[in-house]
């Protein structure tokens, strides 16, 4: 008998709602509905360290339109996990006290080895022909993991502090930003990857990619204006793809940024976004990643699929 539930990934930058239909029998995720919106929780975070009244009011709006949405589609159940801003966030109690006592949803912090797992197997859900090694990389607003492993389970996995909210906020003063600016940033992203990205030299034949940064440079790659999820899952972002788009976009204010497609809540951030696919597929020899449309929601709804065996 399928169950009907509602996954909620409350990231750095934006809220992703997937209401889908589980099947133990089966063993399946079948999608119903989806749902993103660009709440920017991470505002500030880096810096600051808590999550300021605006941003919460954001992220309270976002949940009461997601509850809503899971009670008209009928899901049995709502799961939120929040990651990068609200791990960092001093004031997380509070805020997801404010959240439950709004909105209904409690919201379970995870930590970034958890969020890594969970992203590994949400990435391939439902994808075929999926390689003996693979390596499974989710680029955030205010973090980045890397997962290596296979259909069996994950074997190495690492989250560092360099997502596209954080790091435009540290670095960026305007778009475009300066050469000096620019050069400061790919630094930084240079040591943090040289520290973090070592054990996965052995599964960068087969990359796949999750996210905002990795989905929007895969529309842009393609010349899309509009975003079509039906193009840009599965698409091979190649190396040349992303850095021609990268020369593009550093010389690129936001309002021209705007005019190519990027949505209104990510142009301020892709600049960022793409320096960090760059300097990974750069540093890893990385040729080109299989961007998934999925991610960490899907890996909720197969970790709450597990569940549901395990009791039948």
């Keep these: 008998m399928t169950e009907r539930i509602s996954c909620i990934d409350i990231g750095t930058n934006t809220a992703l709602l997937l209401i889908a239909d589980l099947d133990p029998e089966e063993g399946t995720v079948e999608p119903v509905f989806h749902k993103q919106t660009i709440i920017r929780l991470g505002e500030h975070v880096d810096e600051m360290k808590i999550i ?95 997962s290596m492993g296979s259909v069996d389970g994950v074997s190495k996995s690492v989250s560092m502090d360099i997502g596209s909210v954080r790091l435009t906020e540290r670095f960026f003063s305007a778009l475009p930003p300066s050469q000096e600016e620019f050069a400061r940033a790919r630094q930084e992203v240079n040591r943090v990857l040289t520290g973090g990205v070592l054990p996965f030299f052995e599964a960068r034949e087969k990359v796949f990619g999750v996210a905002g940064t990795l989905t929007t440079l895969a529309q842009l790659a393609q010349g899309m204006r509009e975003f079509d999820p039906e193009k840009v899952h599965g698409y091979r972002l190649g190396y040349e793809d992303v850095r021609r788009i990268l020369e593009r976009l550093k010389a690129s204010s936001q309002e021209e940024i705007l005019q190519m497609g990027v949505p209104e809540g990510r142009a301020d951030v892709i600049t960022m976004g793409a320096l960090i696919v760059h300097q990974l597929m750069r540093l890893l020899g990385i040729g080109e990643i299989q961007v998934s449309g999925q991610g960490l929601r899907y890996g909720i709804a197969l970790q709450e699929l597990k569940k549901l065996r395990a009791e039948e």
Excluded: W
Excluded at 57 to 70: E, F, T
Excluded at 94 to 112: D, H, K, P
């Design 52 to 146: 300021d009244p605006e941003a919460r009011q954001r992220l309270i709006s976002c949940l009461r339109d997601y509850s809503a949405l899971s009670a008209e589609h009928k899901a049995e159940s709502v799961i939120a996990v929040g990651t990068s801003a609200l791990r960092d966030a001093k004031n997380r109690m509070e805020v997801t006290s404010e959240t439950v006592r709004s909105t209904g949803i409690v919201i379970r912090c995870i930590s970034g080895e958890e969020e890594a797992e969970l992203t590994f197997f949400g990435a391939v859900t439902g994808m075929r022909d999926i390689p003996e090694t693979f390596t499974v990389v989710d680029i955030g607003g205010g973090s980045t993991e890397l």
